[in-house]
């Protein structure tokens, strides 16, 4: 029995050891570049091999998930979300803005008559799960040609309501999310403000969420509340491009 235990403990010991090692490892700055380069390395290649306007995986009315699971923030305590909750969001506007000829400052009902796309698409999320939903929404790429984008912008960052980490450091705590002009102009992106045929609820991100079909949930933000344009990333939250990349995820979550 003594012996069984002493071997059960130097198995966790063990495990922890290569568990610390390995978070050591992936948080040198070494590594980190050599992952930075790897990111960009797949980017290139799924570019190269897949046409840049081919579409995500559609499906029928009858394959939407009866349960679709909302996830990261479900209802933000912030206090000026919280006001437009309060309000039925007649008060809210999309404001698109930075490298920009035109910017707009768009009301929900304003932006509904916008060009828009429907479709029924799986997402799926870097936790391992996925579910099949319809979303209805303004097509973002139109939304772009209308406020005119200047020759230098290069990225799009998408503003939220919602404060993920309270405790992060001033500035660092809302999330925010970024793609390129690439993924913006695909067909398939949308800004979607209705989910399996009613509005967007709280939970899955009212009044309006990103929709970009064919990278990771987390690329997918919640409670837009504003566009920007950029040249770079770079003094942007914390400069890596979305609120989970500041923290260690992959910028570039094409699937």
């Known amino acids: 029995m003594n012996r069984r235990r002493w071997l059960s403990g130097m198995a966790v010991a063990a495990l922890g050891a290569a568990l610390t090692a390995c978070d050591k490892l992936t948080t040198s700055p070494g590594v980190q570049k050599t992952l930075a380069r790897a990111e ?13 306007k081919a579409l995500a995986q559609e499906f029928a009315e009858h394959e939407i998930s009866p349960d679709f699971r ?19 969001f007649a008060d809210w506007r999309l404001v698109i803005d930075g490298l920009v000829e035109r910017p707009l400052s768009l009301s929900l009902t304003q932006l509904r008559a916008e060009p828009a796309r429907t479709q029924i698409t799986r997402h799926d999320c870097v936790e391992g799960w996925s579910a099949i939903g319809k979303w209805s929404g303004a097509r973002l790429g139109p939304l772009l040609d209308r406020a005119g984008l200047k020759e230098g912008a ?9 404060t993920l980490d309270p405790n992060a450091p001033e ?55 504003r566009i920007e344009a950029v040249a770079d990333l770079t003094g942007i939250g914390g400069g890596k491009g979305g609120f989970w990349e500041d923290r260690g995820y992959e910028w570039y979550a094409g699937i």
């Open 154 to 162: 290069r990225y799009l960052v998408f503003h939220c309501a919602d």
């Open 40 to 52: 960009g390395l797949t980017r290139r290649a799924q570019r190269l091999v897949v046409d840049r």
């Open 70 to 88: 909302a996830n990261g923030s479900t209802s933000p305590g912030d206090a000026d979300y919280r006001a437009l909750v309060a309000g039925g």
């Open 171 to 225: 500035g660092l705590g809302r999330y925010y999310e970024s793609i390129d002009l690439i993924d913006a102009y695909h067909p398939q992106s949308i800004l979607a403000y209705d989910m399996n045929g009613a509005p967007l609820g709280v939970p899955h991100g009212a009044p309006l969420r990103l929709r970009v079909e064919r990278q990771l949930g987390y690329k997918h933000a919640k409670y837009v509340m």
